[in-house]
C-alpha cells in the first residue's frame, strides 16, 4: 500500500524557520519524482517545489525561490522541504506527492492532476 506521509507543520511567527518531513512507503523509490504542493484559505493549490529520485532534478515555484530548500534521504525515502524567513502569505496546507519520473520534468512537475499520490497534508500557519 502506497503511502505518504507529511510532518513537520505547526504555527511560526514571521522570519521564522520549519522543516517539512514527506515520508513514503510501498513503492519503488527509484525513477520518481516528489513535490511539494501548498493550498491557502480561498486559493488554489500550487506547487513549491519538486525533487527526481536521484536529486539530479530541482525546482522551485517562483513564490518560495531563494528561501526554501527542497531535499531528499533515499535510505529512508524522505523528502524534506526546509522553508526559512517564513511569512504570513506562506500559510496553507502543505502536500506532498509522488509521480514517476516523466519526460520535460522541468514542464510538467507542477501539473497536479499528473501525480498518482498524495498526502494527507500538514498545517503551517504563519503569524504576523
Known amino acids: 500500500q502506497v503511502q505518504l506521509v507529511e510532518s513537520g507543520g505547526g504555527l511560526v511567527q514571521t522570519g521564522d524557520s520549519l522543516r517539512l518531513s514527506c515520508a513514503a512507503s510501498?513503492?519503488?523509490?527509484?525513477?520518481?519524482?516528489i513535490a511539494w504542493f501548498r493550498q491557502a484559505p480561498g486559493k488554489e493549490r500550487e506547487g513549491v517545489a519538486c525533487i527526481s529520485s536521484s536529486g539530479g532534478f530541482i525546482y522551485y515555484g517562483d513564490s518560495v525561490k531563494g528561501r526554501f530548500t527542497i531535499s531528499s534521504d533515499n535510505a529512508k525515502n524522505t523528502v524534506y522541504l526546509q522553508a526559512n524567513s517564513l511569512t504570513p502569505e506562506d500559510t496553507a496546507v502543505y502536500y506532498c506527492?509522488?509521480?514517476?519520473?516523466?519526460?520535460?520534468?522541468?514542464?510538467?512537475?507542477?501539473?497536479?492532476?499528473?501525480?498518482?499520490?498524495w498526502g494527507p497534508g500538514t498545517q503551517v500557519t504563519v503569524s504576523s
Open positions: 510501498g513503492f519503488t523509490w527509484d525513477n520518481y519524482a
Open positions: 506527492a509522488a509521480r514517476r519520473l516523466p519526460l520535460l520534468l522541468f514542464k510538467r512537475w507542477v501539473r497536479q492532476h499528473e501525480y498518482d499520490y
